[in-house]
């Protein structure tokens, strides 16, 4: 190869690079982005089951983690709302045998 080829491979692969940093960079301030999106949600245990309670209503364990929450705060009407969630989801068998005897545990004992 002459020295002419030779500096138009090396400033393309100083141009490659260039782009390969700007483009990683960009990824972090996006993920950096997203992170700090996040971080009221996990300001604790209750705004964490909360929300993944409002975002997905139907996720049992979601639920169960949301009814502890609840009972820990001693919201009786959210228990009994819970509970009536969980209880159709066992009833039309949408549990695995470990949340069927979470539920039975939570919401059916007395």
Same mark, same amino acid.
């Given at each position: ?23 990683? %960079?960009?990824?972090?301030? %996006? ?18 089951? !909360? ?6 209503? %139907? ?18 009407? %959210?228990?009994?709302?819970?509970? !009536? ?7 039309? !068998?949408?549990?695995?045998? !470990? ?12």
């Amino acid at each position: 190869m002459e020295r002419h080829e030779l500096r138009e491979v090396h400033l393309q692969q100083r141009a490659d690079r260039a782009v390969s940093i700007v483009v990683a %960079g960009l990824v972090l301030i %996006g993920l950096a982005l997203l992170t700090a999106r996040r971080v009221p949600v996990w300001q604790s245990d209750e705004t964490l089951w !909360r929300t993944s309670a409002m975002q997905m209503p %139907g996720n049992v364990r979601v639920l169960i983690n949301w009814h502890a929450q609840q009972l820990q705060r001693l919201d009786i009407a %959210g228990h009994h709302e819970t509970c !009536r969630t969980l209880t159709t989801a066992r009833n039309n !068998r949408e549990t695995d045998r !470990r949340e069927t005897w979470i539920i039975d545990r939570i919401c059916l004992s007395r």
